[in-house]
């Protein structure tokens, strides 16, 4: 099983330039807790990502205000992925390795076709051993 047949397709993304209000209510619209960012609408090409994590954090636990802080200041540069023809094992390590509940979806362009979360790990690879497994080892 390669990442694109785990993957969710088309996952929403937010720009750098834009503002963390903006990203922070993407998020709740599209009831996600994380985006990758992108460099541009013609390309999408994976520029970093952004949590909802982040944005608890770095605003409003620190008081700043939404509107005047921009992605590209809290995003993460160079996040961690996986291709959408690598084995979805790849991207099962990588997300425990790094211990993070959601990866990138890129094509060979960079540019960013899917996103797995804990949750696609849970409904759709259909093996609650390994799904255990995962969990167990992002959660330390």
Do not use: W
């Not at 785990?6 to 993407?26: D, G, K, R, W, Y």
């Not at 970093?48 to 921009?70: E, Q, Y």
């Amino acid at each position: 099983m390669t990442c694109k047949d785990l993957m969710t397709s088309e996952p929403v993304c937010c720009f750098p330039n834009e503002s963390i209000e903006t990203a922070a209510q993407l998020m709740k619209l599209e009831d996600v807790g994380c985006v990758p960012v992108v460099d541009n609408e013609d390309n999408y090409v994976l520029v970093g990502i952004l949590t909802d994590r982040d944005l608890v954090m770095d605003v409003v636990a620190a008081g700043r205000d939404a509107s005047r802080v921009k992605v590209q200041e809290l995003m993460k540069n160079e996040p961690f992925y996986c291709l959408e023809t690598d084995q979805v094992q790849k991207a099962l390590e990588t997300m425990a390795t790094h211990q993070v509940r959601r990866i990138p979806i890129v094509n060979q362009q960079k540019r960013v076709v899917g996103i797995i979360a804990q949750a696609d790990i849970a409904t759709r690879l259909h093996n609650l051993e390994v799904t255990g497994e995962v969990v167990e080892r992002i959660s330390r």
